[in-house]
């Protein structure tokens, strides 16, 4: 398995400009998590999908910010119009069904990250 | 919601000896408790995790304690090597869910 699988890995583009971050999670894997990480705020969970569902995306910062799962395939975070404080590493990740351990509860499996979008806003 | 807190921020020790890093968590419906390394330029891997029901879980050098009451939770690095050097990020989650990370702890193994 190639892993999750981000693009593009770099992004330069100007104030203003739209902005589309892509990526396929691990095939079989039922969650999906976009995550920001910058020196300033550490790694940031924006939003995060179940079966692609959105479950939760209280961590998006503001409404220029958009994600969407059409399939179990893939998921996009779109930025428009992006702004220079949107400069970060973004990464997603994906996580296998959780399962259950006998008696000792449910298995919370581990996420697998994708290797980032390193997005610069001029 | 969650607030993670970690300490330190950064983190120097002579090869061979232990490295601790602590971090807090503030909802006590949180149970689920993962360590991810992430080495410069790379991704964050998963390097060891514990739940709840547990206080403790070791893995070769590296283990974990969890003090529910609290809140609070503690990586331990032993006999430090020089590729051990990366960030180290603890998170707090409920029921694996939600991850809330905390800032990171930047770990330099002295050869």
């Known amino acids: 398995d190639a892993g999750v699988i981000q693009s593009p890995r770099h992004e330069v583009t100007e104030m203003g400009q739209e902005v589309t971050l892509r990526c396929k999670p691990i095939?079989?894997?039922?969650?999906l998590f976009w995550y920001r990480q910058t020196m300033m705020r550490g790694l940031e969970l924006l939003i995060y999908?179940?079966?692609?569902?959105?479950?939760?995306d209280s961590g998006m910062p503001e409404d220029r910010f958009s994600a969407k799962m059409p399939n179990a395939s893939f998921s996009t975070l779109k930025i428009q119009p992006s702004e220079p404080r949107d400069s970060a590493v973004y990464f997603c990740?994906?996580?296998?069904?959780?399962?259950?351990?006998?008696?000792?509860?449910?298995?919370?499996?581990?996420?697998?990250f994708g290797p980032g979008t390193r997005l610069t806003v001029l | 919601g969650e607030n993670v807190e970690q300490h330190p921020s950064t983190l120097s020790v002579q090869e061979g000896d232990s490295a601790v890093i602590k971090c807090t968590y503030s909802?006590?419906?949180?149970?689920?408790f993962p360590w991810y390394k992430q080495e410069l330029g790379k991704r964050p891997q998963l390097i060891i995790d514990i739940r709840s029901n547990v206080g403790e879980k070791k893995d070769q050098r590296i283990a974990v304690t969890l003090n529910k009451t609290a809140k609070h939770f503690s990586l331990h690095i032993t006999e430090t090597q020089p590729e051990d050097s990366a960030v180290y990020f603890c998170?707090?989650?409920?029921?694996?869910?939600?991850?809330?990370f905390g800032t990171g702890t930047s770990l330099t193994v002295i050869p």
């Open positions: 998170a707090a989650s409920i029921n694996g869910n939600q991850f809330y």
């Open positions: 999908f179940n079966n692609n569902v959105p479950i939760d």
């Open positions: 990740a994906s996580r296998p069904r959780t399962g259950r351990e006998g008696a000792g509860g449910p298995v919370y499996n581990e996420q697998f």
């Open positions: 095939s079989g894997h039922n969650s």
């Open positions: 909802d006590s419906a949180s149970n689920y």
